[in-house]
């Protein structure tokens, strides 16, 4: 019940193609979704976050869709450039504790 | 402003021996998390302070790891009679408070490695 489930593990994509990542989780506990994206050496930095109570939250090129019903929520990457290749963890945040999924390497080719 | 920071970048000790990873939060920042990211895979939650407290330390895996956070800045992660299984990078996170969209700020890490 605490896992998140994230897929697909790695993805490849041209430059100005929009890669999507998605995540399902089984806790309706959880209050808070963020996206974190990693370079190698580095730890996460927070990309966008969702509250469950809304549907759609775009910042600049990166929108994540949320389906509470479903207990689905995805990253989509509008117009994916070189420098966007990194791992991307979505998560839920249970208490104050953040629950990872398992990370999406994207490599973006010019 | 700096970030979060984390002492030593690197640590490599032998299997049984003691080992402290440090972390200092941003300046201000009452929580601090510890988690902990095996090769390939997300960060994992070990342990939160509120303040000098912890006010959640479910994930830590066994009593062979303790964290401190005397004065509620600076935090030490301890781990007694190391494995080779707690070769991991340990991640330090700190927040402003608690509530909804209190975004966690990541340090770079601890890569710590037991031979």
């Known amino acids: 019940q605490q896992q998140v489930k994230q897929s697909p593990q790695s993805l490849i994509v041209q430059k100005g193609g929009i890669p999507i990542i998605n995540c399902a989780y089984e806790n309706t506990a959880f209050d808070y979704f963020p996206w974190y994206q990693q370079f190698p050496g580095k730890g996460p930095a927070l990309l966008i976050a969702i509250r469950p109570d809304v549907s759609e939250k775009k910042e600049g090129r990166f929108t994540i869709s949320f389906n509470k019903s479903a207990k689905q929520f995805s990253l989509h990457i509008m117009d994916s450039q070189p420098g966007d290749s990194a791992t991307y963890f979505c998560?839920?945040?249970?208490?104050?504790?953040?629950?990872f999924g398992t990370g999406t390497r994207l490599q973006v080719f010019p | 402003g700096a970030g979060v920071s984390q002492t030593p970048s690197n640590k490599v000790t032998e299997k049984g021996k003691y080992v402290e990873l440090r972390c200092d939060p941003i300046s201000g920042h009452t929580a601090l998390y510890w988690y902990r990211q095996s090769l390939g895979q997300g960060p994992e939650f070990l342990i939160y302070f509120q303040g000098t407290g912890a006010a959640d330390d479910s994930g830590l895996p066994n009593d062979r790891f303790f964290a401190v956070r005397p004065e509620g800045s600076v935090s030490t992660l301890k781990i007694q009679r190391t494995e080779r299984g707690d070769s991991a990078v340990y991640l330090c996170a700190s927040s402003l408070r608690q509530g909804l969209s209190n975004e966690q700020f990541f340090g770079p890490g601890t890569r710590l490695t037991v031979l």
């Open positions: 998560a839920a945040r249970d208490t104050d504790k953040l629950i």
